[in-house]
C-alpha cells in the first residue's frame, strides 16, 4: 500500500505532527494496518464504478458560477491534484505553503488511512450549454425525463458536476467533498449532498450481499466486476457513442428514493416478499431455495404466478427488459425525521451506472407504473451525470474535459 507517502503538506502549515491514534508514523500504520486499501486514481476506467463497493458515501452535486472557462478548467486541475493525493492518503498539497494562508488541507483526515477511498467526477447535462462545450456533448446526455413515481424536491435535483467519494471511512469521504468545495471556491457551489452507510450493493462475486434498510439482500443478481463482457455492453461508454472523448466512461444515475418505512413495516412477510419476489432472510428468488438460485420467471403454482407479475426482482429483471441491465452502486441513507410527519426520511440513495441512459428510463417507467413495491417509496431526488473515462498519466480532468 502506497499510503501516507509524501507526508502531508498541511500537516506542517498546521503545526501538526502527523501520527496515526497508537502513536506509530502515517507512513507505518498505513503499511501495516490497511494493506491493499489504496485503489488506484488512475487507469482505463475512473475508479469508484467497479471498484469494489466501499461501506460509506459522500456524495456532493455542484453548480457551476462561474463564466469563465479557464477558471473552471483551473478548478477541475486542482481537483484531478487533490483528489489524487487523497485517495493516496496524503493531504491537499499546498500551493506556497505560507503561514499567513488558510491551510490548504482541512486537517481532519490527517493520520487516517485511506480507507479504499475513490473519488469520482461526472457532468451533468446542463454544463455542456456553457464555455464552449456544446460540441463536447455526448447526444444521450440530457434531463431524465418526469418520470412516475417522481416526487421529485428540486433541491435535491440536478447539478452541473457531480464527485462520487466511497470511503470504508465515513471522515474520509467527507474530506474528500469538503476539500474540493473549498477548492472551487468562487467556482463552483455544493448544490446539494447526500451521505450514505450500509452500501446496499455488491458489485464484486467475493463481496457478501449487504441488506438495504427494507431488510433485503440487494445486489444478488447485480452486474459483477469480473463479468466484463457484461460491462462492456452494459456499463461503460463504447464506440457507439458521439463523442469519442468518453469512451470507457459511463452515465451515473442518482436517485434518493425515501422508503416509507412506517407502512413497510406494518406488512407481513409473506407481502414483503411478494413485493420483492425473494425470500427475506435467506435472499432466495420465490421459485427457489439458495440465495443464487436463478429466479424462474414461469413457474405457476395453484394457478397463480410463484414470483407475482408485480415482483420487484420481476420487473427489473433483464428477462422483462429485452436483456437490458445496470450496474447498481447505491447506499442506505437517513437524513432524520420529515418534520411534516414525524415519520423517519430514510430510504435508498440509488445509484447505477450505464452505458446508455435510457437503459434506466425505460426501466424505471415499468417500476414506477406496476412495481408493488411504488406503495413502499417515493423519489425525492434525481439526477443524470457522464463519467469520463479514467485519466491517463500526466492527464488532469480540465484537460480532458475542455479537450
Ligand atoms: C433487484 C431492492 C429500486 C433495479 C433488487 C433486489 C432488491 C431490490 C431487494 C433483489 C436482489 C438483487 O438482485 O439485487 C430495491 C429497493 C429499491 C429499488 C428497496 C427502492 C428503494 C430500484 C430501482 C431500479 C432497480 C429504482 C432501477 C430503475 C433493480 C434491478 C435488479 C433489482 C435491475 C436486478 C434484477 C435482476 O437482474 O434480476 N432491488 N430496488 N431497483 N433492482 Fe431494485
Not at 375 to 382: A, F, K, L
Request: hydrophobic content about 40%.
Amino acid at each position: 500500500a502506497a499510503a501516507f507517502t509524501g507526508g502531508s503538506a498541511a500537516g506542517a502549515v498546521l503545526g501538526l505532527v502527523d501520527r496515526s491514534p497508537d502513536g506509530r508514523s502515517e507512513q507505518a500504520a498505513g503499511a501495516v494496518s490497511t494493506p491493499g486499501r489504496v485503489v488506484p486514481f488512475r487507469g482505463r476506467h475512473q475508479a469508484g464504478i467497479i471498484t469494489p463497493a466501499q461501506d460509506r458515501l459522500v456524495f456532493g452535486a455542484f453548480d457551476v458560477v462561474t463564466d469563465s472557462a479557464g477558471a473552471l478548467r483551473d478548478v477541475l486541475d486542482a481537483w484531478t491534484i487533490a483528489a489524487e493525493a487523497m485517495t493516496q492518503g496524503r493531504s491537499v498539497p499546498a500551493d506556497d505553503g505560507s503561514p499567513q494562508a488558510p491551510p490548504t488541507d482541512t486537517g481532519e483526515a490527517l493520520g487516517l488511512p485511506p480507507a479504499a477511498l475513490t473519488v469520482t467526477i461526472g457532468y451533468g447535462p446542463r454544463l455542456f450549454a456553457r464555455f464552449g462545450l456544446a460540441t463536447r456533448r455526448p447526444s444521450a446526455l440530457a434531463e431524465l425525463p418526469p418520470l412516475p413515481g417522481d416526487r421529485l424536491d428540486p433541491a435535491r435535483c440536478g447539478g452541473d458536476i457531480c464527485i462520487q467519494a466511497c470511503s470504508d471511512d465515513p471522515q474520509v469521504a467527507f474530506h474528500a467533498v469538503r476539500n474540493v468545495t473549498r477548492l472551487g471556491r468562487g467556482v463552483v457551489v455544493l448544490r446539494w449532498l447526500q451521505l450514505g452507510f450500509g452500501r446496499t450493493s455488491s458489485t464484486t462475486t467475493g463481496q457478501q450481499t449487504p441488506r438495504n434498510l427494507m431488510g433485503f439482500k440487494d445486489g444478488t443478481r447485480n452486474l459483477r466486476a469480473d463479468d466484463t463482457a457484461a460491462l462492456d455492453r452494459h456499463v461503460w461508454i463504447g464506440t457507439e457513442t458521439d463523442q469519442p472523448w468518453l469512451i470507457g466512461g459511463s452515465y451515473l444515475v442518482a436517485r434518493r428514493i425515501r422508503m416509507l418505512i412506517e407502512a413497510w413495516d406494518r406488512a407481513s412477510l409473506s407481502e414483503q416478499e411478494r413485493v420483492i419476489g425473494r425470500r427475506k432472510v435467506s435472499g432466495a428468488p420465490l421459485t427457489g431455495s439458495r440465495e443464487y438460485d436463478p429466479p424462474d420467471f414461469s413457474a405457476v403454482r395453484a394457478g397463480e404466478l410463484v414470483i407475482p407479475s408485480d415482483a420487484h426482482i420481476r420487473l427489473a429483471s433483464p428477462e422483462h427488459n429485452a436483456g437490458r441491465r445496470m450496474l447498481r452502486r447505491g447506499y442506505s441513507y437517513t437524513d432524520g425525521i420529515d418534520l411534516s410527519t414525524g415519520e423517519l426520511d430514510a430510504g435508498l440513495f440509488f445509484i447505477s451506472f450505464h452505458k446508455d441512459p435510457a437503459t434506466f428510463i425505460a426501466v424505471q417507467r415499468i417500476l414506477g407504473t406496476q412495481d408493488a413495491l411504488r406503495e413502499y417509496i417515493v423519489h425525492t431526488g434525481s439526477a443524470l451525470f457522464v463519467c469520463p473515462p479514467g485519466l491517463q498519466d500526466g492527464e488532469s480532468w480540465g484537460r480532458q474535459l475542455f479537450g
